[in-house]
């Protein structure tokens, strides 16, 4: 069973930083997208940025410049770098992965259990 574990959330003040990291262990063969969603209460949960397997990224609108998206193959680990956090980035982030377990299995959508980033003075 493949699984996403995510790390380094908590309470920044506004203006400040955090680093999310994601790794996945488990029966892995390949990984085509690793990607950081965020949930807010009462909100659906919203793509904030995605990493492809060529390295290319994406991002959110509203993060675009303050957030940086990594990715360590060698350890099926992806990273989020926040940057100029504001209140509004508070939320329950959660770590996807697009994976095959083996070669010739379709890629499933596998998801961590979220981790909580507050940010408030």
């Known amino acids: 069973q493949v699984q996403l574990v995510e790390s380094g959330g908590g309470l920044v003040e506004p203006g400040g930083s955090l680093r999310l990291s994601c790794t996945a262990s488990g029966p892995i063969f390949s990984i085509q997208v690793m990607d950081w969603y965020r949930q807010a209460p009462g909100m659906q949960r919203d793509l904030v940025a995605g990493?492809?397997?060529?390295?290319?990224?994406v991002y959110v609108d509203s993060v675009k410049g303050r957030f940086t998206i990594s990715r360590d193959k060698a350890k099926n680990a992806v990273y989020l770098q926040m940057n100029s956090l504001k209140p509004e980035d508070t939320a329950v982030y959660y770590c996807g992965a697009n994976v095959a377990a083996y070669d010739g299995d379709r890629h499933h959508i596998y998801w961590g259990q979220g981790i909580q980033v507050t940010v408030s003075s």
């Open positions: 990493i492809l397997n060529d390295g290319r990224t």
